[in-house]
């Protein structure tokens, strides 16, 4: 989309004091998949950079790997859905109980903690926060005890407008558990749910909930609380000859939502079908998804910017999202 490049945000952690040493690797985890990914030439370009770069900041290749799809509403109540852009976490155990933050979106605000258990978080930047709220709740519940080197990047930026922090969070805590659930097991997705429910209570529990388990080609509908079901419901545009389009718009803060709205009628008028937030709120932000017909999408394309270039505003960004599945991990 536009803005800066997505950041990648590189996690180590262990016990017992700060230290340069890196921690042995902890028993029973080095035959995991994902070791030889960032060599492994047919292997996607983003998972052989997060695979390539945990190894670079940390001595040794990933224990596993894993992908987390960004995640949208449909703008029915519940309904949600998983895009075919990821975020991927790569992580390989540690022994030794210090969380080491760094981000290369943030290089001067690296910062070392303690993986504390209770009391209050220790001083962190605002960017730490959120994967130290992670780690310390996985820590809680018995995974990464002993610590986790851990490298996240994302495929998307905020500017394209679908919500970054709920994959991220998918793919941190999917990939810590993993390495620190015995082999041959996988990671309990539902209780990884609850854990950063509680963990992150401001976070959107409807995406977070697709991220964990959409299929491809279907939405997730979600029940009301308490519980939570869920059922799969059929949301495939590709297939009834339709296309489901990003259209995010740019400039300014304070003009995106009345050019949000310009944007989308000028969709509709072209021949879109239908149009919504792909967040929970009603009201116009930064995206809207829109849905519209394969013989159209040239013609819309067109017509929305026209519009922008004769106004001389800052043409929409269109992102083609495909209805894809939920997060896994990558051999």
């Given amino acids: ?20 040493a890196e921690s042995p690797p902890a028993p029973g985890t080095a035959d995991r998949a994902g070791g030889d990914l960032a060599r492994r030439a047919t292997a996607d370009p983003l998972y052989r950079l997060v695979a390539y770069a945990l190894e670079a900041a940390h001595g040794r290749p990933p224990t596993a790997v894993w992908s987390a799809p960004y995640a949208f509403h449909l703008g029915s109540p519940g309904l949600v859905a998983a895009a075919g852009w990821p975020t991927a976490a790569a992580a390989a155990p540690r ?15 690296s910062c070392d903690l303690p993986l504390t258990l209770s009391g209050p978080p220790p001083a962190a930047p605002a960017w730490a926060v959120r994967p130290y709220a992670v780690l310390r709740a996985l820590a809680r519940a018995g995974y990464g005890l002993g610590g986790t080197d851990l490298h996240v990047q994302g495929s998307l930026t905020a500017a394209a407008g679908l919500a970054t922090a709920e994959p991220a969070d998918c793919a941190v805590a ?43 080609g279907r939405a997730l509908l979600l029940g009301a609380r308490p519980g939570r079901r869920r059922r799969h419901v059929a949301f495939d545009p590709a297939a009834s000859g ?21 944007a ?11 149009a919504w937030p792909p967040g929970p709120g009603p009201g116009p932000g930064r995206s809207a998804l829109v849905l519209l017909p394969e ?37």
């Avoid at 989308?264 to 239908?274: E, F, N």
């Avoid at 929305?304 to 106004?311: L, Q």
């Avoid at 992102?319 to 990558?330: C, F, P, S, T, W």
């Fill in 1 to 20: 989309m536009t803005g800066a490049e997505p950041a990648a945000l590189v996690v180590r952690s262990g016990a017992g004091g700060i230290t340069g």
């Fill in 174 to 216: 999917l990939a810590v558990a993993d390495v620190h659930t015995a082999a041959g097991g996988s990671p309990d997705r539902e209780r990884l749910a609850r854990l950063l429910a509680g963990a992150l209570p401001d976070g959107d529990d409807g995406l977070r909930r697709a991220v964990l388990f959409a299929r491809p």
């Fill in 242 to 262: 339709a296309r489901l389009v990003l259209v995010a718009v740019r400039g300014e803060a304070a003009d995106r939502p009345r050019e949000l709205t310009r």
């Fill in 295 to 331: 013989s159209r999408t040239a013609a819309v394309r067109a017509a929305v910017a026209e519009d922008f270039r004769d106004r001389g505003r800052p043409v929409p960004r269109f992102l083609n999202i495909a209805v894809a599945g939920a997060a896994r991990r990558e051999e």
């Fill in 264 to 274: 989308v009628a000028c969709a509709r008028r072209a021949g879109a079908l239908s």
């Fill in 95 to 109: 022994t030794d109980g210090l969380v080491r933050l760094s981000s290369l979106g943030h290089p001067a605000d």
